[in-house]
């Protein structure tokens, strides 16, 4: 599927009935998974013309990089991230 084609279904599937409801969730994770899943956040919020970050916006963006940030400080694993980001 192209980028173009990629982002409309995004796009689509983003606009549906309830997607910008709130959602309040608790989960428990080892710090490995969530270190993992910030890193997956960080990569996915780099990545141009794969048409997911052109559907959500810099409001999507900015509300996955929040995400990314809760989970690294709720894990205590916001000082290591820091860290490895000065590595790459």
Known sequence: MEAKETKWLYE???SGPGMDEQVKFSFTASRKVILLLAEAIE???KLDGSGL???IGPIG?????Q??????EKSN???LANQLMKIK
């Open 12 to 14: 689509t599937i983003l």
């Open 77 to 79: 694993l916001s000082l």
């Open 61 to 65: 963006t900015t509300e996955l990089e």
């Open 67 to 72: 995400l990314k940030e809760l989970l690294l």
């Open 43 to 45: 990569n996915g919020l």
């Open 53 to 55: 970050k052109e559907s």
